[in-house]
C-alpha cells in the first residue's frame, strides 16, 4: 500500500533533504499595532454581510429574482454582459454630447460603440455556450488532479480508495458504494461506533437519506426506459415504490451527476467545492475579458473605424461639392 | 481496486436490516425489494449503457500532460479561489491581463506606420483604464468580499432563521429562514452550494456592487484621471489638429523604458 511505502521513505532518514531548517521553537510573535485597524475592518465587513448580502437576499427583489431566473444557469455571464451594457451605453451617450466633435463623426463614433458592444455581447454568448462541455471535462479532469495529489480528498472511509483516473465511474458509483458502505458498517459497528464511524466517513443521519433517495431515483430511471411504452405500469410502480411523481422531480435536483455533486455528496472537501466554482467564473469571465477587450475592440473596432474614416470623407467631399456648386 | 472489491463483495449487500439506517428507504423500497435490486446497475451483466460509457471515460494519461502539472500547482488553485471568492477582483484582474497587455501589445506590432501614433495613444490609455479599474475594485471590493466569504462560511447565521431585537430591546423582529426561497431542505453549506437560486442571487449580490452601482462612476474616474496618466505617466497630450510638432521624449517616466521608435513619436492626431 501506497501508505507503507511513504512510511517507510520518512523514516528513512537518507530521503530526507540534506540541509533542512531546524525548527528553533522560537513562537510568533503577534504584533497588536494593527489590532485596531483590523478590528474596524471586521466590523466594516460584518456590516456589510448584515445590511448589504443579508437584507438584499431577504429582499423582495431578491425573491421576485430567483422566481424569474430558476433555470438560469450562468449568471456570472448575464452580471458581465449587463455591466458591459452599461458601460458601454455610458460611453455611447458620451460620444453623442461630445460637442468638441461634429455631429457627422459623433454619429460614426456612437454607432462604432454600439456595434462594439452588440458584437462583443453576442460573440461572448455563443463562445461561453460552446465552451460549456469543454469547460465541464476540463473540471472533471482538474478535479481527478486535485483528487491524485491530496489522498485524503477521497475520502477513503466511505468510498474506499478509488482511482483518480476513474472519476467519472466514481460519480456513477459514489451511491451505491456508499450505501453499501453504510450498510456494511451499520451491521458491524454498535450504534455509538456506528455514530462516530458516520463522523469519519464525513457524513450525517439525513445524508443517508439522500444516499437512499439517489439509488431510488436510479431505478426510477430504469423503470421508466423499460416502461416507456406503458405510462400506466410506471405510475402502478411509482406508486408501490411508496413515492410521487412530484417527490422523484425533488430528488432528480439533487442526484449526482457531476465532480461538484461528487465533492458537494460524498467527498466533502470545502477547498475543492470553491475551486470547481471557481473554473466556471474563471471560463465565463476570461471569454468575456478576451472577446469584449480583444477580440473585438482588435478584429472588428479596427475595420470599423477605418470604414467609418472613409465615410466622414466620402460625405465631406459631398459637402464641399455641393457648397461649390451653389 | 478497491471500489471493486467492494461491489462484489456479495458479502456486504445484505438485503435491508428492520433497523436500516436509511429510514426513507425503508418506505420507498416497500415494493422494490421484489424488483431487480439496487446491486443489479453496478454489477456486471447488468449494467447500464449510462454506466459502461462512463466507465469507458478513463483519464489514462493522468499527471502527464502540461495542463495536469498546472492543475497541480498551488499557484493556479490559488488563483481559480481568487475567481470564485472574489469575482470583481478577478474580473479587473482579466481586464487588466487583456486589455493592459495583450491588446496594446497586439495593437502596436499591427500598426503601420500611419497609425502608429494613434496605437501608441490607444496602448496607454488601454493600460491606464486596465490599471485604474484594477485598483478601484480591489480597493472597493475587499471588505464586500470579505463580507460575502463570512457569509459563505456561515450562511445558517445570516440565511436562517432569527430573532433581531432592536437596539432599544423594546421592538423584536422575526426573520424567516430561507430555505424554502432556496430551495433546500435546511440552510446548510452544503445544501446550499446545490442550489441554483442561491448560487444566481449570491452571483448578482456580488457582482452588483462593481458592475452596477460603481460600473459608471468608475468609468467615469477613470475618463477623469486617464489625460492626467497619460500625461504624467507615458508623456502623452493629445493636441489639437494641426497643432505644432512637439517632441515627447523628455515628458513621462515611461518613456525612458520605451524603445526610441517610440517614444519619439509625436502627438496631434483624432486618436481616441
Known amino acids: 500500500m501506497q501508505v507503507n511505502l511513504q512510511t517507510a521513505n520518512i523514516n528513512n532518514n537518507s530521503y530526507r533533504p540534506a540541509q533542512q531548517p531546524a525548527f528553533t521553537g522560537a513562537p510568533r510573535i503577534h504584533s497588536k499595532l494593527f489590532d485596531p485597524v483590523k478590528k474596524q475592518y471586521d466590523n466594516l465587513a460584518e456590516g456589510i454581510a448584515r445590511n448589504y448580502y443579508e437584507k438584499f437576499y431577504r429582499s423582495k427583489f431578491a425573491k421576485k ?51 462594439t458592444w452588440a458584437i462583443s455581447t453576442a460573440g461572448s454568448y455563443f463562445l461561453d455556450n460552446k465552451l ?31 482511482d483518480p483516473k476513474k472519476i467519472y465511474k466514481i460519480i456513477e458509483d ?25 463522523g469519519k466517513a464525513r457524513i450525517n443521519e439525513d445524508d443517508l437519506t439522500d444516499i437512499s433517495d439517489q439509488l431510488l ?27 410521487s411523481e412530484e417527490i422523484l422531480t425533488k430528488i432528480s435536483k439533487s442526484v449526482t451527476k457531476n465532480v461538484l455533486d461528487l465533492n458537494l455528496d460524498f467527498l466533502r472537501d470545502k477547498r475543492l467545492t470553491t475551486l470547481i466554482d471557481g473554473i466556471g467564473v474563471l471560463k465565463s469571465l476570461f471569454v468575456f475579458g478576451m472577446v469584449y477587450r480583444y477580440i473585438v475592440p482588435v478584429l472588428v473596432m479596427k475595420p470599423a473605424n477605418k470604414i467609418g474614416a472613409y465615410l466622414h470623407q466620402k460625405n465631406a467631399e459631398k459637402e464641399q461639392a455641393a457648397n461649390k456648386a451653389a | 481496486m ?38 443489479v446497475a453496478f454489477s456486471g451483466s447488468g449494467a447500464s449503457k449510462k454506466t459502461s460509457e462512463a466507465a469507458a471515460k478513463v483519464f489514462n494519461n493522468l499527471g502527464e500532460t502540461v495542463t495536469d502539472k498546472m492543475f497541480r500547482s498551488e499557484k493556479f488553485k490559488k488563483l481559480v479561489e481568487v475567481f470564485e471568492e472574489k469575482t470583481v477582483v478577478a474580473q479587473a484582474l482579466v481586464a487588466l491581463a487583456v486589455a493592459g497587455v495583450l ?31 484594477f ?21 445558517k447565521e445570516y440565511l436562517g432563521a432569527r430573532t433581531v431585537i432592536s437596539k432599544d430591546g423594546k421592538t423584536k423582529k422575526h426573520l424567516e429562514s430561507l430555505a424554502d426561497l432556496f430551495d433546500v431542505k ?29 460600473g459608471i462612476p468608475k468609468a467615469m474616474l477613470t475618463i477623469a484621471l486617464i489625460p492626467s496618466i497619460l500625461k504624467y505617466v507615458f508623456g502623452l497630450e493629445k493636441k489639437p489638429k494641426n497643432a505644432p510638432v512637439q517632441d515627447n521624449t523628455e515628458k513621462g517616466f515611461l518613456n525612458k523604458f520605451m524603445p526610441v521608435s517610440i517614444s519619439k513619436f509625436v502627438g496631434g492626431s483624432n486618436a481616441g
Open chain 1, 174 to 198: 459514489a451511491p451505491q458504494i456508499a450505501y453499501d458502505k453504510i450498510t456494511e458498517m451499520k451491521s458491524k459497528l454498535s450504534p455509538e461506533e456506528f455514530s462516530k464511524w458516520l
Open chain 1, 217 to 243: 431515483y436510479k431505478k426510477y430511471l430504469k423503470q421508466k426506459k423499460a416502461l416507456s411504452k406503458n405510462p400506466e405500469k410506471l405510475k402502478e410502480w411509482i406508486k408501490n415504490a411508496g413515492t
Open chain 2, 186 to 214: 435546511e440552510i446548510g453549506k452544503r445544501k446550499l452550494e446545490k442550489s441554483q437560486p442561491y448560487k444566481n442571487i449570491r452571483k448578482v449580490a456580488q457582482m452588483i456592487p462593481d458592475s452596477i452601482v460603481l
Open chain 2, 103 to 133: 491588446r496594446p501589445a497586439t495593437n502596436m506590432a499591427m500598426a503601420d506606420k500611419n497609425d502608429k501614433e494613434d496605437s501608441m495613444y490607444a496602448a496607454a490609455h488601454a493600460i491606464s483604464s486596465a490599471v485604474i479599474g
Open chain 1, 132 to 162: 460549456g462541455d469543454w469547460c465541464n471535462k476540463v473540471t472533471t479532469r482538474f478535479v481527478a488532479n486535485y483528487v491524485a495529489t491530496k489522498p485524503e480528498a477521497k475520502n477513503i472511509e466511505l468510498l474506499g480508495d478509488w
Open chain 2, 2 to 39: 478497491k471500489i471493486h472489491s467492494i461491489q462484489y463483495d456479495t458479502s456486504l449487500k445484505q438485503g435491508y436490516h428492520s433497523d436500516h439506517p436509511m429510514s426513507i428507504e425503508k418506505e420507498y423500497s416497500a415494493g422494490l425489494r421484489n424488483n431487480r435490486g439496487y446491486s
Open chain 1, 65 to 115: 429574482f430567483i422566481d424569474k431566473t430558476k433555470n438560469v444557469k450562468n449568471m456570472t455571464t448575464h452580471m458581465s454582459a449587463i455591466g458591459a451594457t452599461l458601460i458601454s451605453g455610458m460611453y455611447t451617450v458620451r460620444t453623442l454630447q461630445n460637442d468638441k466633435l461634429d455631429p457627422e463623426k459623433r454619429k460614426t463614433l456612437a454607432l462604432n460603440d454600439v456595434m
Open chain 2, 135 to 155: 485598483v478601484v475594485s480591489s480597493i472597493v471590493m475587499a471588505p464586500f468580499d470579505k463580507a460575502f466569504k463570512k457569509i459563505k462560511d456561515n450562511p
